[in-house]
């Protein structure tokens, strides 16, 4: 009984010291709060897909510059929308975009205040990726990429074995080598 117990609350601190048991949102503020952060929709996107970028950091009827070279999307613009004090932006990240978690930044027009938030990228949106081309392990296929070489090979094979039987066909009749 001692054990578990020591076992449980040394599991429990060691999760609470990394980090584990808190999660943060995507937000990075509370929604209705006039300081606000970056709200992405989705949090996680595929390459190729349109996010959503929303902020009540610049107040009501502001606007901002919205940065998104991080994930290799450039510059967009963030208007406001049709809700009170809600600025809202759209950018598409690119086909290319490697996976990985990037920052975007917004920047408010007239108070200059700068807001920003996490956008995930993944390789897909829960379908099995499989991998492509051949593993460079350092053995050769039954056949290379150059015939020649493999003709030549298979040449080299059957005159070793032709010789092979000559010999022992010898040694067995008794000739001797």
């Known amino acids: 009984?001692?054990?578990?117990?020591?076992?449980?609350?040394?599991?429990?601190?060691?999760?609470?010291?990394?980090?584990?048991?808190?999660?943060?949102?995507?937000?990075g503020g509370v929604p209705g709060?006039?300081?606000?952060?970056?709200?992405?929709?989705p949090a996680s996107v595929v390459p190729g897909d349109r996010a959503a970028v929303d902020t009540e950091a610049c107040g009501e009827g502001g606007t901002a510059a919205?940065?998104?070279?991080?994930?290799?999307?450039?510059?967009?613009t963030l208007a406001p929308d049709g809700e009170a004090g809600?600025?809202?932006g759209r950018f598409r990240v690119p086909p290319g975009a490697q996976p990985g978690t990037y920052e975007i930044v917004a920047t408010c027009a007239g108070s200059g205040k700068r807001v920003a938030g996490d956008l995930v990228v993944t390789l897909s949106a829960g379908a099995q990726v499989y991998p492509k081309g051949s593993v460079k392990t350092g053995v050769g296929g039954a056949l290379g990429p150059d015939p020649v070489q493999?003709?030549?090979?298979?040449?080299?094979?059957?005159?070793a074995a032709a010789g092979g039987t000559w010999l022992l066909h010898r040694r067995a009749r008794g000739d001797g080598i």
């Not at 919205?66 to 290799?72: F, I, P, Q, T």
Request: glycine residues 16%.
């Open 1 to 27: 009984m001692r054990r578990t117990a020591r076992l449980l609350t040394g599991t429990a601190l060691a999760a609470a010291g990394t980090g584990l048991i808190v999660a943060g949102p995507a937000y």
């Open 33 to 41: 709060d006039p300081s606000g952060g970056l709200l992405l929709r």
């Open 66 to 76: 919205g940065d998104a070279s991080a994930v290799g999307a450039g510059a967009f």
């Open 86 to 88: 809600t600025t809202t």
């Open 150 to 159: 493999t003709a030549a090979g298979v040449a080299a094979l059957a005159v």
